[in-house]
């Protein structure tokens, strides 16, 4: 299977606690998303990377949010000091940006679970 | 970010043809409507997408009024596996490309 991976697919971790997710794209592709669900609404943008540049990073929800594309291929999401309003499923996509196309194919998410 | 307003829900029964509104009063000129829909514990997944006149692909068909204030997805023959949460986004042109605001959406359900 060659779509979007995330890893892991769930989460449960004590308030306070770091944790870090992994989202592997589809390979050839140079934009890479970072969404977040909470129950019952559409995803919600949090950031975005084109290569390894990280493009956009406001709408990040604090500062104990951090992305980073290290060598424009996987990305990872770190939460530092979860809280539990932070439990919901993160989302990655990605896409080809040429052209006027930007299809995004998600992945599967990753359910954080904050106690 | 321009808004899009959709139903909260529609229902169908399988087979039938599917028509899911979508308002967009707001929208520029640079604006292009894409349509996703989620399945229950999956991802969002891409649908189709346009910007001033009308597409079709494999999965559906999308309307364009011709003002662009407002767009209808088109599920041609409804199966149970269409049940599915479907939004409406305005993905904005330039630099915004690519950061979708999704709402709510549509809840769809259908029948056997």
């Known amino acids: 299977d060659t779509g979007v991976s995330q890893d892991p697919r769930h989460k449960i971790t004590k308030r306070g606690q770091n944790v870090t997710f992994r989202c592997d794209p589809i390979?050839?592709?140079?934009?890479l998303y970072w969404y977040r669900q909470t129950l019952g609404q559409g995803p919600e943008f949090l950031t975005y990377f084109q290569n390894e540049a990280q493009l956009e990073k406001s709408r990040l929800l604090s500062d104990r949010f951090s992305a980073e594309r290290p060598k424009g291929s996987f990305s990872t999401l770190e939460i530092q000091r979860t809280e539990q309003g932070d439990s919901a499923m993160y989302l990655c996509?990605?896409?080809?940006?040429?052209?006027?196309?930007?299809?995004?194919?998600f992945g599967p998410g990753t359910r954080l679970t904050v106690l | 970010d321009a808004k899009t307003t959709q139903p909260n829900s529609m229902e169908s029964n399988e087979e039938e043809p599917v028509h899911l509104p979508c308002n967009h009063s707001?929208?520029?000129?640079?604006?292009?409507i894409h349509w996703y829909r989620q399945l229950p514990s999956q991802g969002p997944e891409y649908v189709i997408h346009?910007?001033?006149s009308n597409v079709n692909n494999r999965m559906a068909s999308l309307a364009i009024a011709e003002d662009r204030k407002s767009s209808t997805l088109i599920l041609h023959r409804a199966t149970l596996r269409d049940a599915a949460v479907y939004y409406c986004?305005?993905?904005?042109?330039?630099?915004?490309?690519?950061?979708?605001?999704f709402g709510q959406g549509t809840i769809l359900t259908v029948h056997p």
């Open positions: 707001t929208i520029s000129g640079t604006d292009y």
């Open positions: 390979s050839e592709h140079n934009r």
């Open positions: 346009g910007l001033t």
């Open positions: 996509a990605s896409s080809f940006r040429g052209g006027l196309s930007d299809t995004q194919y």
């Open positions: 986004i305005l993905n904005a042109g330039g630099t915004s490309y690519g950061k979708l605001t």
